[in-house]
Nanobody, 124 residues
């Protein structure tokens, strides 16, 4: 079992940066692929970025390529999402999730554990 807690959301102006963190509890964090998703009211959860359990493989959603970077520290049971060049359309609740597939899925239905989410608001 893995419990996930996100932090680092907030209000930022367009063009600014935020760094989200996801802290995991449980002894097996290092064997899980991790993903970041985001969701706005009435919309399905959108894949943002994923990272393999080793940290050697990452994948980014099309809307954030070149702006967001996912990373992890298995010694500290944390995964981060560095968000640069933020746009108003990045406004959403951001969730981290854990999965045991071979590679981090881009489909939210394939993830096993979820955090409670953190709000990111980008003003124009």
């Amino acid at each position: 079992q893995v419990q996930l807690v996100e932090a680092g959301g907030g209000l930022v102006q367009a063009g600014g940066s935020l760094r989200l963190s996801c802290a995991a509890s449980g002894p097996t964090f290092s064997v899980y692929n991790m993903g970041w998703f985001r969701q706005t009211p009435g919309q399905e959860r959108e894949f943002v970025a994923g990272i393999s359990w080793t940290g050697l493989y990452t994948i980014d959603g099309d809307s954030v390529k070149g702006r967001f970077t996912i990373s992890r520290d298995n010694n500290k049971n944390t995964v981060h999402l560095q968000m640069n060049s933020l746009k108003p359309e990045d406004t959403a609740v951001y969730y981290c999730a854990a999965d045991r597939s071979i590679r981090p899925p881009t489909n939210h239905n394939e993830y096993d554990y979820w955090g409670q989410g953190t709000q990111v608001t980008v003003s124009s």
